[in-house]
């Protein structure tokens, strides 16, 4: 997780190749300030250092909207993220954060996402819903937060229901060392080590997609465990408290872009929940 | 019975017959009790004159009394104390670390990048002697939960020990500072960090993991003083085979007695992750040839998915120092359920008890009771609250059963209020001194409550949960922390000091009847170990959470030094620039704390007192 800021653009104008004089032309406004995004160097389907996920995609996205090359400083998405990157003001932009999140200033929600059940297809196993008694007899592979008292909702939503003894964690953490470390408890699904998983969306989606085994992705249900536990989540782009003038313009781009961005989620596997289809639920 | 053992015995049973032995010459007049060096070292080890004049660990001795025999320093000349000397450590997060003293130097372990720095204590303005960087991974600091804190280094035959933030166990040669080995002990990759200060007993270098709430899964390691390799590991989860638990375990209560408890009083797998970390202070005792330590809470599944006793957090553990073989255990808190680790400090001394000298162990506890136990067996003989307890409603001294209350039990999506202690207990990892002279324990604490509501949404590695909203908040008085002295035997309070701030500082007590400590808005107090009157006050440049520590100097002065630089979890408002406006910061603490930025400012800074 080295703290690595890359102006790649500016060394190639250095070099002043044609092709790049010509994109400027293109592009006059880069020789503005560079847009400076905080960002997990190994994290996909959401961000690498290749800038491979859906959030680079999206950043090169709103780079070229504001005319404004892309910069990035990693840093490892945990506890800390937001105090060592946006907060220390070595970068200016997160652009995957829970809508309303109070350590910085979330822009308007930019995709619905919710937690999903995977299965191998072979299995046949067809869980749709929290209260599949199955749930009681399969072993189930979790997320884990390891925040105090808190964890991802599936975890609640199965305690609350009995069901703990036939629970595997995966902390989301996962062993940093390997690539995208978030991606075991899929891999556990393929490899038969659990027999469901119950996954953020986003995750589940893109590695579902490249499993060598055929996986089914179900959305689960309900949506909402009483009295408040939801498995739907807004996601939203986070800017620094106060820095209002620079989230107007991204709620401007979420808005005037906003098929751009679907189909770059889609592309990527990731489950989206429409707004319109939830009310009418 | 020997050495310090002996020296704790001889003063609190008997003090007044042998109170000439207990002043600052004792190891001279009683022959064979060796103060400052605690307990039997390994042959050839005793490279340290016999004198009781230095600090070789952070809590001065094997028993942790955190007492120093020195009388120069008393009642009557303490407010002629003035800064003698100052250091900058060059680094601003939390000063945690005690100084350590011996053959005319200081040592000194900064936080994060744990840079250690000898100081010559024999030449005016205490000129650096070397200085060591391990060179820690940038990204440790990511990992660590609350601050890079590091809580010292330790001295012994002629070298000094120091733990890294990304998991390194250092062997420095005393004099030069070149490394004799180092060993990589833990992965910062899985979560792991390391905060607490090792100990060394009879060869071996004792080390334990932070990061509980990771996913890690908590150890304590024996490593060879010569060499660094591990000899033992004992984890705190999993099957007795894992645990060190064999035919000598014997848990005084039945509670704590069966097979594999580590692993069958967890759903199955679940203690793979469990936590039970040891980031705390470890005791030993040279007579029983026993160490003395408490695991962390559980992690990092929450309660009610975790139905059990979730053996062997939260744990107080006596262990054989060569095997690691468990002799006994008491689970304080079963099944956690606000965050109370059991990692403080335990003091070994000896207390008359129904009439009777019980040889003791004493600790302060995070869930808010000092516990009293026989350390030869295990066996409660006092639990009393030390502050306002509601998260339970008492010990039961016959079963060894904390009454939990189960209207404190955290529930998401639904608030609850006022539990108390907070979730860093009524005490955290400050550790507590006692004076075999006033027969009284000094504790440095905290007087804090806390609301939890699941409410707030939270995202972290590409996940959005929906986080437990902490407020932490001082408790009934309104001040938050305080400084307390303490009658184990009667288990009552005799004085105590209300402080605005959480007292995270460690404390040092004297025979010249003086006690310090050191306070979050960086005053540096010195108060009569009978009365709890302030003797003498200097503000320092920033606030203190570190472990005072006094020595007799290579002139034969006595010393007092202190590490300023407020930071830790408390701290961390300030140190690490948390945003004030959001409470749940720094889990909740943040909430507690909002005034601090207004108080002080960071920044590292030693301070040697003297007359």
Known sequence: ?281 | MRREDFFIRLCTGIWLVALAGCRSEAPHSTGSVNVQRGGAPPAGSDSLPADDGQWVRPAKDYASTRFSSLTEINTTTVRNLRVVSTFSTGYVRGHEAAPIVANGTMYIVSPFPNIVYALDLTKPGLPLKWQYNPKPEAAAQGVACCDVVNRGAVFDDGKIFFNTLDDHTVALDAATGKPVWDTKVGDIQIGETITMAPLVVKGKVLVGNSGGEMGVRGWLKALDENTGKVAWTAYATGPDQDVLIGSSFKPFYAKDRGTDLGKTSWPPDMWKIGGGTMWGWISYDPALDLIYYGTANPGPWNPEVRPGDNKWTSTQFARKPETGEAVWGYQMTPHDMHDYDGINEQLLIDLPINGQVRKALVRPDRNGYIYVMDRTTGELLSASPYGFINSSSGVDLKTGDLKVNPDKAPQVGKVIREICPAAPGMKDWQPTAYSPKTGLLYIPHQNLCMDEEGLSANYIAGTPYVGMNVKMYAGPGGNRGVFQAWNPVTGKEVWSIKEDLPVWSGTVVTAGDVAFYGTMDGWFKAVDARTGAILWQFKTGSGIIGQPVTYRGPDGHQYVAVLSGVGGWPGALVSVGLDSRDSSAALGFVNAMKDLPSKTVRGGMLYVFGL
């Open chain 1, 1 to 281: 997780m080295h703290r690595t800021t890359r102006p790649l653009l500016y060394v190639v104008i250095a070099a002043g190749s044609i092709g790049l004089a010509m994109h400027l032309a293109r592009h006059r406004a880069y020789a503005a300030a560079p847009l400076r995004v905080c960002a997990d160097p190994n994290s996909l389907p959401f961000s690498n250092q290749a800038r491979a996920g859906f959030e680079n995609k999206i950043a090169s996205l709103i780079g070229d909207e504001l005319n404004r090359p892309v910069e990035y400083t990693w840093w490892a998405q945990r506890r800390g993220f937001v105090r060592h990157t946006l907060n220390a003001g070595d970068c200016d932009l997160v652009v995957g954060t829970a809508a309303g999140m109070e350590m910085l200033s979330t822009t308007r929600p930019y995709y619905k996402s919710t937690y999903v059940f995977v299965t191998r297809r072979d299995r046949a196993l067809h869980i749709r819903s929290f209260d599949d008694s199955l749930l009681h007899r399969v072993k189930i592979g979790v997320q884990l937060i390891g925040d105090d008292f808190a964890n991802t909702p599936p975890v609640h939503a199965l305690a609350n229901r009995g069901i703990v003894r036939n629970v595997v964690g995966f902390p989301v953490y996962g062993n940093y060392a390997e690539q995208n470390p978030e991606a075991r408890i899929i891999d556990a699904v393929a490899k038969g080590t659990v027999d469901v998983a119950i996954v953020w969306g986003p995750l589940a989606g893109y590695f579902a997609q490249r499993s060598s085994v055929p996986l089914d992705v179900v959305p689960v249900s309900p949506r909402l465990d009483l009295p408040y536990l939801p498995f739907v989540f807004d996601i939203a782009m986070g800017v620094r408290r106060g820095d209002s003038a620079f989230r107007k313009q991204l709620d401007e781009i979420i808005v005037s872009r906003k098929a751009t961005i679907d189909s770059i989620l889609r592309a990527y596997g990731v489950p989206l929940v429409d707004t319109h289809q939830e009310t009418a639920e």
